[in-house]
């Protein structure tokens, strides 16, 4: 039950961001959305660059193969309410497109912070922020986070995750 939760939260969620202008300024690196705002908050992937895998075992979850990785967050900008989190995808003809969109309530949820509220000198980890697919290709996922201090101040923290589009060998690390 609890799968099928997650999978209709980001169908909706990747539904919802579709519609929107993301990425106007094609001379500029980041989406809209990002743009001008100051820097404050970390996130880390783990492992990056992520090696697919044959998906044996997460049967409750669609896919051949899996991309297992895990997403951690942390603020150098004091206490920090959490806005709005998620992902954009590259796609080369496109740009940066929509993937996830979470608001507060459902960042608290998946990084296990309560109130969505980001404290100094503690980390927020998506220990399960995996990817599923019936077939293997590589792509580019660009993180964000957009929170607020007690002024109305607004940071963000971005970082991209690279996931790969063949099997982890011996000499891959």
């Known amino acids: 039950m609890r799968t099928r939760f997650i999978l209709l939260l980001l169908l909706c969620s990747a539904t919802r961001l579709v519609a929107q202008q993301t990425w106007t300024d094609h001379a500029r690196l980041l989406p809209d959305r990002l743009r001008n705002i100051p820097a404050g908050i970390n996130i880390y ?26 997403t951690r967050i942390a603020t150098e900008a004091g206490e920090l309410e959490v806005i709005a989190a998620g992902s954009y995808i590259w796609w080369k ?29 503690k980390a927020y980890t998506f ?36 996931t790969e589009g063949q099997l982890k060998t011996a000499d891959k690390n």
Do not use: M, Q
């Open 45 to 70: 992937h783990s492992p990056t660059p992520v090696w697919p895998e044959f998906n044996s075992d997460t049967v409750d979850f669609p896919g051949k193969y899996i991309w297992k990785h895990s």
């Open 127 to 162: 220990l399960k922020n995996y990817r599923y697919g019936d077939a293997l290709y590589p792509g580019d996922a660009l993180w964000f986070v957009l929170a607020k201090d007690k002024n109305g101040r607004i940071y963000k923290g971005i970082a991209l995750v690279e």
């Open 93 to 121: 003809d496109k740009g940066w497109t929509p993937n996830i969109d979470l608001n507060r309530e459902d960042f608290a949820k998946f990084f296990n912070c309560p109130g969505g509220i980001l404290k100094t000198g």
